[in-house]
């Protein structure tokens, strides 16, 4: 009976010494989390760069970077160069397109561009050059499956640009100058969406 | 007869046992009252037992400023960008046993980081405007995100960082591609979202 007692008095003595420590917790709020937005915008954007000994006039419009626009004349020949920028959705691609803007040529005149493939100053995944074309109004592709890449910005990088002309003796180039009437070409990068 | 004497010897036996009880009874009366005055004195010099508990703890809350970064570039021809946010502070409340240390930990919980790039968490030293005790130390290095707890600021004891938007550690998260030469070609247009959790460990006597 006695020891019977005693157990009892133990018990509630332990019950009691938990009870007081749940009354008394640690307060502990050892985590915090936060939400973080990464955001990737596509990008297309594509820009002359000339090797300064030879003047070639272009234009860069930034309300529409995705366009440059190049006046061509006889004596421009392998001095430009074409960098661009481009990161593209999941299963998408870049390409660009050149087509002559302003300007007419005379029958008997065409103008030849032959687009270097990239020289490797850049990094990702880089267009393929689809080598030379005789430029029309109409668009057409000249370097294509372009991922998300840059060619690093300046001459020597990118793809360089060598214009060749067909019987350039008929083509007046002062005069159709004087007249507003300069050839000029248009290369767009535009995505596959 | 002889019971009668038997009677007599065993009354006086008793008397004497009566008596010896008495005598017991007298001296435990008189040392029962001697202990009594001495605890009397005692009231007037001793003073309550006061137990005062301090019990270790942590508590970690961030300014909840909200994080969005953006890679791009506006130049044809360049690559994107890296681009950071310092706008986020980690505040915390620390009690720890003696010789014993916190450290501040971060990893992603949810979502990962976007691929061919990296995201990066640096913590400055704790504000000093209202902050007290061990503060602890940032790693030199920042930590690349990922999975895995990693260390953040460490050797952080008994200390407080202050309450205010601007109080505590301040967090520099910076975001730009990773290896280009080979991962640039893997960066994909999206809107990415991951949660980071930022840890108190328990102290390092447990």
Same mark, same amino acid.
């Given at each position: 009976m006695f020891v019977f007692k005693k157990i009892v008095l133990l018990i509630s003595l332990v019950v009691l010494f938990f009870s007081f420590s749940t009354i008394v917790p640690a307060q502990n709020n050892n985590k915090a989390e936060m939400s973080i937005t990464l955001k990737i915008p596509a990008i297309a954007l594509i820009d002359f760069v000339v090797d300064g000994s030879q003047t070639i006039t272009y234009s860069y419009s930034y309300s529409t970077p995705n366009q440059v626009e190049q006046i061509i004349t006889p004596t421009t020949s392998d001095n430009t160069w074409l960098n661009?920028?481009?990161?593209?959705?999941d299963d998408l691609t870049n390409y660009i397109t050149v087509h002559i803007s302003s300007g007419s040529l005379p029958a008997d005149v065409s103008l030849n561009v032959l687009i270097?493939?990239?020289?490797?100053?850049?990094?990702?995944i880089i267009g393929t050059s689809i080598g030379q074309i005789i430029l029309s109004t109409f668009p057409q592709n000249i370097i294509t499956n372009i991922g998300s890449c840059y060619t690093g910005r300046g001459i020597y990088k990118g793809h360089q640009l060598t214009y060749t002309w067909e019987n350039p003796d008929s083509y007046n180039y002062s005069l159709n100058y004087e007249n507003g009437n300069a050839i000029a070409v248009t290369y767009t990068i535009t995505s596959t969406e | 007869m002889v019971t009668l004497l038997q009677l007599l010897i065993l009354l006086h036996l008793l008397n004497n046992f009566i008596m010896k009880k008495l005598r017991?009874?007298?001296?435990?009366?008189?040392?029962?009252? $001697?202990?009594? *005055? #001495?605890?009397?004195?005692?009231?007037?010099?001793?003073?309550?037992?006061?137990?005062?508990?301090?019990?270790?703890?942590? $508590?970690?809350? *961030? #300014?909840?400023?909200p994080v969005s970064l953006s890679l791009i570039t506006s130049i044809a021809g360049e690559a994107v960008a890296s681009t950071?946010?310092?706008?986020?502070?980690?505040?915390?409340?620390s009690i720890v046993p003696g010789g014993t240390?916190?450290?501040i930990t971060a990893r992603i919980s949810s979502g990962s980081v976007p691929t061919g790039t990296s995201l990066t968490l640096g913590s400055a030293p704790c504000t000093t405007t209202n902050s007290g005790g061990v503060l602890g130390t940032p790693v030199a290095t920042p930590i690349?995100?990922?999975?895995?707890?990693q260390d953040l600021v460490t050797g952080i004891a008994t200390c407080y960082t202050g309450t205010g938007y601007n109080d505590g550690y301040q967090m520099?998260?910076?975001?730009?591609?990773?290896n280009p030469a080979t991962n640039y070609g893997l960066i994909e247009s999206d809107t990415y979202n991951i949660i980071v959790v930022f840890t108190i460990t328990a102290h390092d006597g447990n």
């Amino acid at each position: 009976m006695f020891v019977f007692k005693k157990i009892v008095l133990l018990i509630s003595l332990v019950v009691l010494f938990f009870s007081f420590s749940t009354i008394v917790p640690a307060q502990n709020n050892n985590k915090a989390e936060m939400s973080i937005t990464l955001k990737i915008p596509a990008i297309a954007l594509i820009d002359f760069v000339v090797d300064g000994s030879q003047t070639i006039t272009y234009s860069y419009s930034y309300s529409t970077p995705n366009q440059v626009e190049q006046i061509i004349t006889p004596t421009t020949s392998d001095n430009t160069w074409l960098n661009y920028s481009s990161i593209v959705i999941d299963d998408l691609t870049n390409y660009i397109t050149v087509h002559i803007s302003s300007g007419s040529l005379p029958a008997d005149v065409s103008l030849n561009v032959l687009i270097g493939n990239d020289v490797g100053a850049g990094d990702g995944i880089i267009g393929t050059s689809i080598g030379q074309i005789i430029l029309s109004t109409f668009p057409q592709n000249i370097i294509t499956n372009i991922g998300s890449c840059y060619t690093g910005r300046g001459i020597y990088k990118g793809h360089q640009l060598t214009y060749t002309w067909e019987n350039p003796d008929s083509y007046n180039y002062s005069l159709n100058y004087e007249n507003g009437n300069a050839i000029a070409v248009t290369y767009t990068i535009t995505s596959t969406e | 007869m002889v019971t009668l004497l038997q009677l007599l010897i065993l009354l006086h036996l008793l008397n004497n046992f009566i008596m010896k009880k008495l005598r017991l009874i007298f001296f435990m009366l008189v040392g029962s009252l $001697l202990l009594t *005055t #001495n605890a009397w004195t005692q009231v007037w010099t001793a003073g309550d037992n006061v137990t005062l508990q301090i019990q270790d703890f942590c $508590l970690i809350e *961030t #300014n909840y400023a909200p994080v969005s970064l953006s890679l791009i570039t506006s130049i044809a021809g360049e690559a994107v960008a890296s681009t950071s946010n310092s706008d986020l502070f980690v505040k915390i409340s620390s009690i720890v046993p003696g010789g014993t240390n916190r450290e501040i930990t971060a990893r992603i919980s949810s979502g990962s980081v976007p691929t061919g790039t990296s995201l990066t968490l640096g913590s400055a030293p704790c504000t000093t405007t209202n902050s007290g005790g061990v503060l602890g130390t940032p790693v030199a290095t920042p930590i690349i995100l990922s999975a895995i707890d990693q260390d953040l600021v460490t050797g952080i004891a008994t200390c407080y960082t202050g309450t205010g938007y601007n109080d505590g550690y301040q967090m520099t998260f910076t975001w730009g591609p990773d290896n280009p030469a080979t991962n640039y070609g893997l960066i994909e247009s999206d809107t990415y979202n991951i949660i980071v959790v930022f840890t108190i460990t328990a102290h390092d006597g447990n």
